[in-house]
């Protein structure tokens, strides 16, 4: 087993299979609904549940593009940006700041939703998921062409 191997012993791609679902392809073809069994998840409380729904989320998506906004964050607009939409970045970021990020529960699943910077949209992002794990993802289109950054509140 070369030096990697001991650290890492899988190197499986994460991705979404023909039916949505997100899946780990590799030696062993597994979901991450699988992965959540194996390991006895148990999602006891709202902080367990936005862990599982970031984790899920960065799993299945490129963090190159996807940027979780959520409590912690917060938009800066691009400094080259004319005042008026710099204004209007700063309106969309006071509102993100409001909103954070939320659980709900209906009929056994949660949902956990949460602002996030998809390329240059504004989305709304909701994992769903039940206590065997995911479920499924849903965006919501917020505002297209925001050019801004995310950085920490």
């Known amino acids: 087993m070369s030096g990697i191997d001991r650290y890492h012993p899988r190197r499986d791609l994460i991705g979404i299979d023909a039916h949505g679902e997100g899946r780990l392809f590799g030696p062993r073809l597994t979901t991450i609904r699988d992965y959540a069994r194996d390991a006895g998840l148990r999602l006891r ?8 729904a970031l984790f899920t989320i960065r799993a299945l998506r490129s963090s190159d593009h996807y940027r979780v906004i959520g409590d912690s964050g917060r938009l800066i607009p691009w400094p080259s940006l004319e005042a008026e939409e710099q204004r209007a970045i700063q309106a969309l970021d006071a509102r993100l700041g409001t909103d ?47 050019r801004a950054l995310v950085a920490r509140r």
């Not at 949460?114 to 479920?135: H, K, Q, S």
């Open 100 to 146: 954070g990020i939320e659980v709900s529960q209906a009929s056994g699943c949660w949902g956990v939703r949460f602002f996030a910077l998809w390329g240059t949209d504004l989305i709304r992002t909701t994992v769903r998921f039940d206590e065997t794990g995911y479920l499924g993802v849903g965006d919501e289109l917020i505002a297209r062409e925001v």
């Open 45 to 52: 409380d709202d902080s367990l549940r936005i862990q599982f």
